[in-house]
């Protein structure tokens, strides 16, 4: 296999990566769902390829009181592109909406 064919190999997997990345959605209901569309969006912090949270997020606290909410927990394009900048100490991202 020659220089070229190889380089174009490893840029493949390199774009590849990027694609299937891992993104992923949940949702969960609490309540009757999203009454007035208020939106509250908070990035959670993880350490150690995501296994310890650094900051605390309560998906209660940014209902501000609701009783009727939708917690969104993701893993986004954007998650992929700062933790592409901060894996390399192990530093991992997710987003935490709460639609109220």
């Known amino acids: 296999m020659n220089n070229s064919i190889k380089l174009k190999v490893l840029v493949l ?3 590849s990566s990027f694609l299937f990345s891992g993104c992923f ?3 969960h209901v609490v309540g009757d769902g999203s009454q007035s569309g208020q939106v509250e969006e908070v990035r959670q ?3 150690l ?3 310890v949270p650094i900051n605390e997020v309560h998906s209660a606290d940014m209902a501000d009181g609701a009783r009727n909410y939708e917690v969104k927990t993701e893993h986004n394009a954007l998650d992929v592109i700062i933790g592409v900048f901060t894996s390399w100490i192990t530093i991992y991202p997710r987003t935490v909406t709460v639609t109220r």
Do not use: E, I, K, M
């Open 13 to 15: 997997l390199f774009a």
């Open 25 to 27: 959605t949940q949702r």
């Open 45 to 47: 912090w993880f350490v």
């Open 49 to 51: 390829w995501g296994l």
